[in-house]
Every structure is written in C-alpha cells, then in structure tokens.
T-cell receptor, first 113, second 112 residues
Framework: DAMVIQNPRYQVTQFGKPVTLSCSQTLNHNVMYWYQQKSSQAPKLLFHYYDKDFNNEADTPDNFQSRRPNTSFCFLDIRSPGLGDAAMYLC????????????FGPGTRLLVL | GDSVTQMEGPVTLSEEAFLTINCTYTATGYPSLFWYVQYPGEGLQLLLKATKADDKGSNKGFEATYRKETTSFHLEKGSVQVSDSAVYFCALSDGNTDKLIFGTGTRLQVFP
C-alpha cells in the first residue's frame, strides 16, 4: 500500500562524496517535491517537478540537483555534501499544483562524516 | 507573503487531557489548510485538511475548523493518548505558488 517510497531510509556519506537519494511513487501524480528538514525545523522546499518541468527555489544551493527520468521516480543528487547538509530529506507528491494536498514519503536521514 | 503561525511547544499533557494547538494564517485569496503530523524519525503524514471557510477536517479524533473571520485553523482533540506524542505542523497552500507554507511545528508530549 506504500504510496511514496524513499530509499534508503538512512544514508551515511563522507564530506565531499557525491550522494543520491531516491524517491518513487505509486500515485501517478504529476508533481514531485524535495524538501530538506533540519532538526526541530519545518521542512524547506528545495525544488519540484511538474511532469518534466523543473522548478528550483531561489535559495536552493547549486550543490543540490534533481532528476526525474519518468513519472514514478525522482532523485536528489548532492554533488559535494558538507556537514551542514546533514538533515532529513523528504519527498512528496501531489496530483497537481495550487491548493492541493501533498503526500509525503517516510524520509531519508542523511549523515555526513 | 503568505505565512502560518503556530503556538510554540512543547505542549505537555497527561493522557486523556484535552488538546488545543493554535494555528493562524495570513494569505491572499482562499487557501487550503492542513495539519500534518510527524512521529519521531518519520516523514510527514496528513492528519486532516479543509479547503473552504467553515469546513471541518477530522481524523483519528482530531478536528480543526477553517475560520475565515479569525484566519485560524486550531487543532483539537478531546482525549489525547501517549501514542499522539509527535510534532504537529499547520500548513497552507494557495493557488498562487506551488509550495506548502508550514508553521514552525508544535511538539506534543503526552505522559501516562
């Protein structure tokens, strides 16, 4: 019954070593989002895809990239992780944009050593 | 711009106590309003939502009513359980942007 799936749930990487986080969905939603959530804070939107159209938030660092090869999958690439990038990364989907509900995955907790 | 303001936590209650977590919003137009819950180490789960004024969202004993006149969407539960211990986020989405606007979250701790 899982609708938004994130793998892995926990990821450990080294300072400066590229890492990729994965998200898949079974809802056939048009929109997929990536959020970063640091401890005791609200989630912060990094970017989203509407179908194949990529929308980057103005304050998202260049170190963060994303790919959406098809409707079901979306990846978050961190090119050179720094200690400050340690966080929970949340994937979400919605049928459309605007006043719609977003459905979140369980998250991937990233640790940078 | 749009914003959501939540009461600061933690909120500490005994089991079976009444819960209120206040949420007010500022938005142009007519946003949809949401409460999400986040259990320790987990992602966000949609708890309830309301899409227009005077709508009441409800789920698992939690309720919230969309009050346009007071721009509020307060979360209530008549009798909390230990298993309700989590962080609760109030959020809105409008038709002008593609993002959810979150409050800062309120941690609820329920003790036996």
């Amino acid at each position: 019954d899982a609708m938004v799936i994130q793998n892995p749930r926990y990821q450990v990487t080294q300072f400066g070593k590229p890492v990729t986080l994965s998200c898949s969905q079974t809802l056939n939603h048009n929109v997929m989002y990536w959020y970063q959530q640091k401890s005791s804070q609200a989630p912060k939107l990094l970017f989203h895809y509407y179908d194949k159209d990529f929308n980057n938030e103005a304050d998202t660092p260049d170190n963060f990239q994303s790919r959406r090869p098809n409707t079901s999958f979306c990846f978050l690439d961190i090119r050179s992780p720094g200690l400050g990038d340690a966080a929970m990364y949340l994937c979400a989907t919605s049928r459309d944009t605007g006043r719609v509900t977003q459905y979140f995955g369980p998250g991937t907790r990233l640790l940078v050593l | 711009g749009d914003s959501v303001t939540q009461m600061e936590g933690p909120v500490t209650l005994s089991e079976e106590a009444f819960l209120t977590i206040n949420c007010t919003y500022t938005a142009t137009g007519y946003p949809s309003l949401f409460w999400y819950v986040q259990y320790p180490g987990e992602g966000l789960q949609l708890l309830l939502k309301a899409t227009k004024a005077d709508d009441k969202g409800s789920n698992k004993g939690f309720e919230a009513t969309y009050r346009k006149e007071t721009t509020s969407f307060h979360l209530e539960k008549g009798s909390v359980q230990v298993s309700d211990s989590a962080v609760y986020f109030c959020a809105l989405s409008d038709g002008n942007t593609d993002k959810l606007i979150f409050g800062t979250g309120t941690r609820l701790q329920v003790f036996p």
